[in-house]
C-alpha cells in the first residue's frame, strides 16, 4: 500500500513563509502528477497548486506569485513553497497525487493557520 506523508504546517503571522512537504512511500508506481488542495472551514476543498513528472506547474489564481511548487521525482517527494501568507490561506492542506494508471492517492492533511 502506498501513503502520502506531509509535513511543514503550523502557525505563521500575516507576511510569514512556510513550506510544507509531501513524500510519497511504499508501492506508488509511475507517478503522473502532484500537487496540493487546501479546505477551510465551511468551504469546498479547492486546487493550490500542481506539478507534473515533466515539472510542468499550474497554480490557483489566489496564490500565483506567492506560492511554488517543487519536486523531487528521485525522492517521489514534492514541496510548497508558501510566502507572503494571508489570513485566507489559512486552512487544511491536502496533498494528492495521480499515477499514469489513474490512481488517486490523498495525504492525511497539515493544518496552515495564518494570524493577522
Known amino acids: 500500500q502506498g501513503q502520502l506523508v506531509e509535513s511543514g504546517g503550523g502557525l505563521v503571522q500575516a507576511g510569514g513563509s512556510l513550506r510544507l512537504s509531501c513524500a510519497a512511500s511504499?508501492?506508488?508506481?509511475?507517478?503522473?502528477?502532484m500537487g496540493w488542495y487546501r479546505q477551510a472551514p465551511g468551504k469546498q476543498r479547492e486546487l493550490v497548486a500542481g506539478?507534473?513528472?515533466?515539472?510542468?506547474?499550474n497554480y490557483a489564481d489566489s496564490v500565483r506569485g506567492r506560492f511554488t511548487i517543487s519536486g523531487d521525482n528521485a525522492k517521489n517527494t514534492v514541496y510548497l513553497q508558501m510566502n507572503s501568507l494571508k489570513p485566507e490561506d489559512t486552512a487544511v492542506y491536502y496533498c494528492?497525487?495521480?499515477?499514469?494508471?489513474?490512481?488517486?492517492?490523498w495525504g492525511q492533511g497539515t493544518q496552515v493557520t495564518v494570524s493577522s
Open positions: 511504499g508501492t506508488i508506481f509511475s507517478i503522473n502528477a
Open positions: 506539478i507534473t513528472s515533466g515539472s510542468s506547474t
Open positions: 494528492h497525487l495521480t499515477t499514469i494508471r489513474g490512481r488517486n492517492y
